[in-house]
Every structure is written in C-alpha cells, then in structure tokens.
C-alpha cells in the first residue's frame, strides 16, 4: 500500500509556460459592460474615487487580482460530454423542478441582462455550506421576486433581513412588503440591498431543502452564462491516499461596483486514478457535487483548515478579495486513494463549475 513516504508526486511541470497562461487566461475587466449607463447594482464608474485608487494603475488587471493562485498551464479543457454532467445524478430537483409560475429574469434591474455572481451553493461559511447564491448589487438597489406569491418577512431587520416569495428567499434587504401582501414579479419591490451589503442572496428552497439555483432546467437567472472552466492547482498527496488540492472557478461576466466580481468555488471536484496500462483503476470519485446543497455534512470533511471566502467584511473593505478554496479531494467526502502495487499511476483531477464548464488536471504518482 501507498505511505506518505513511498507516495512520489510527479515532478511540477517547468514555470515557463505559466506567464504565457497568466496573460492570456483572462480579458481586461470590460471598460463598459451591458449594464453601462443602467441605474442598477451592476454598472460601472461610479464607484468611490478612493477605493479606485487602490488598485494598481498598472500589472496584471483587477479580476487576475482576485485568482487565489495564477492559471496553471497544466489545467486541460475537458470535451463536452467526456465527463458526466455534475447534475446529472439522478437525484430530485438536481435538474428540472422549476419554480411554478416563475418568470425569467434576474430580481434586479435591469431584469434581463446578465448579472454578476459574488458566490455560488457550498462556498465555505462559518458552520455550514452557503445556502445558495449571491448576486452582486450595491447598497439600495431595488430586489423585485422572479416567482410571484404571498410575501412572508422572515427576518425584517438585522443582516439577516430577508423575504420569501414562493420558494425564493430574498436575503440581505429592507423589507418593502408586508407578510401576507401579494407579490408581483418584476413589478412589486420586496426590499432594497441593506447598506454594506453590496450583494442580493437568493436561496431557493423546496421542502426545507436548499436547491441549486442555477441547475439547468430550473434555473430562473436568465440570461446567465459562464465560458471561463476551471483552474486546478496541483494536487497534493499525504498520507493514508488523502489528496488535497486548491481549485477555484474563474468567471467569464464580471462587473465593478465597490468591488470587482470574484472568482467563485468549483461547482464539483472528482478524481480518477488510472494504472500503469493505462486503464483506470478507480471509477469517477466525487470530493463535492453541488447539484444539491450539502447540509449536515462537517464543512472540515470537504474544505481544508485555511480555507476560506471573500465574505462579507472583506467585499466591504476592500475592491478585491481573494478566496483560498483548498478541499480534500480524496480522504474528505471521497474515498483515500486506494492502495495499489508498486507501480506509477496517474492521478486525474477533474473540476466543473456552475454552467458545465470541466477542466482537468493529471499528476504523476509512484507507489513502490
Ligand atoms: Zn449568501
């Protein structure tokens, strides 16, 4: 079996190539983006002169700021198709199951253009896994419901202020309704962004269980889309088959409202080992599915101590926050690697992200 000590990474494959990949993994953050010139939570140009002034004039751009680690040209693009669909698991409401009489759209103007996403289902929090997604929106901006329904204020004060309509929770704002008061979508306000806030969260719940918002079939957010796959670092193997590996999930539709968009945590991570043949020797091992939220799963079994969001004091302070999404990709909610002969495997680390997108990352091992 493998140890710590007779487990040999590959040897990292030389740094040439990885100011090339920085340069051209990502276009400069849009002068002007379809919002431009709207009164909405994502146009550009107004924000405070002095947080501007805090990012660099020159070097790489604003959203290259916000990589935990530079794209590494190890990371491979995987063909549509090749891997399974992280949805595609067969389990209710992972796919399909859309809100009844819900309405196209984004709950803030302008309704349908893109808006930009600070964080996705699953991202680490304190004690849990976040309860669904949150949508970048300054302070006071106006939140309409995307599902028409009785509101119901669950909280109407604090940071947790927050209304349900229908099965959407509007979280984060001043509620503008009356429990009781019928809603309107796209037409009756619900609330506004709560000072300091500067993001709309939005969970969608069914049953007491948090769905994921953006599951194809019963995505709402329209239109929405994200052509930027993952990144992958590389992995690293301790003992017992535990792997961790630090990955994140660049976003090709960014905005700057007092802070620029960041990047979000992979949708999915899994591994594969494959065997000196050639043939595989593990089947596909999933560390996390985010085709459903993982309530009651200890957030220490997935992410690693270190690991750690924006959140919410960081999006305040500061133009650029930087995450440090580190998981357990074997030995966490996956299995350990399993033992194996002597022999040099492969190990193959594959990441989605929240539109399908699948990269992947191989990394040579010994056992002997
Ligand atoms: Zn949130």
Same mark, same amino acid.
């Given at each position: 079996m493998e140890s710590a000590a007779r487990i040999r990474a590959g040897a990292a494959a030389g740094a040439a190539g990885a100011a090339v990949a920085w340069a051209l993994a990502f276009a400069p953050l849009a002068a002007a983006g379809p919002d431009a010139g709207e009164a909405s939570g994502a146009d550009f140009g107004a924000a405070p002169p002095a947080v501007l002034a805090r990012l660099p004039a020159r070097g790489p751009g604003p959203a290259a700021l916000a990589f935990p680690f530079a794209p590494p040209p190890e990371v491979r693009a995987v063909a549509p198709g090749a891997q399974p669909a992280f949805w595609a698991d067969g389990r209710s409401c992972s796919t399909g199951c859309r809100a009844p009489g819900a309405v196209l759209g984004w709950p803030v103007r302008p309704f349908h253009r893109q808006h930009a996403l600070r964080a996705g289902l699953n991202e680490r929090r304190l004690a849990n896994y976040h309860i669904g997604i949150d949508i970048q929106a300054r302070d006071g901006t106006a939140v309409y419901a995307v599902q028409p329904g009785v509101a119901r204020v669950l909280a109407s004060s604090g940071?947790? !202020?927050? *209304?349900?309509v229908g099965r959407f929770i509007y979280w984060h704002i001043v509620p503008s309704v009356a429990t009781g008061q019928y809603v309107v979508p796209y037409r009756t306000v619900v609330g506004? *962004?709560?000072? #300091?806030a500067g993001h709309l969260h939005l969970s969608e719940i069914v049953g007491g269980r948090y769905l994921n918002p953006l599951r194809p079939g %019963?995505?709402?957010? !329209?239109?929405w889309r994200d #052509?930027?796959?993952?990144?992958?670092?590389a992995p690293q193997f301790r003992a017992g088959g535990v792997v961790l590996v630090r990955a994140f999930d660049p976003q090709s539709y960014r905005v700057r409202t007092t802070y620029v968009t960041p990047v979000l945590a992979p949708a999915a991570l899994a591994y594969r080992v494959v065997g000196p043949s050639g043939r595989a020797v593990t089947g596909l091992r999933w560390a996390l599915r985010g085709s459903q939220?993982?309530? %009651?799963?200890?957030? %220490?079994r997935l992410y690693t101590r270190g690991a750690r969001g924006g959140g919410w004091g960081c999006f305040m302070g500061h133009p650029i926050c930087r995450p440090n999404w580190n998981?357990?990709?074997?030995? %966490?909610? !996956?299995p350990p690697l399993p033992r194996l002969r002597s022999g040099v495997y492969r190990l193959i680390v594959y990441a989605w992200d929240w539109a399908g997108n699948v990269s992947a990352r191989d990394a040579r091992f010994g056992v002997g």
């Open positions: 940071v947790d !202020a927050r *209304v349900q506004r *962004v709560l000072p #300091t %019963g995505r709402i957010l !329209a239109p #052509t930027a796959a993952p990144q992958i670092a939220h993982l309530l %009651g799963r200890p957030p %220490g998981y357990r990709l074997a030995g %966490g909610l !996956a």
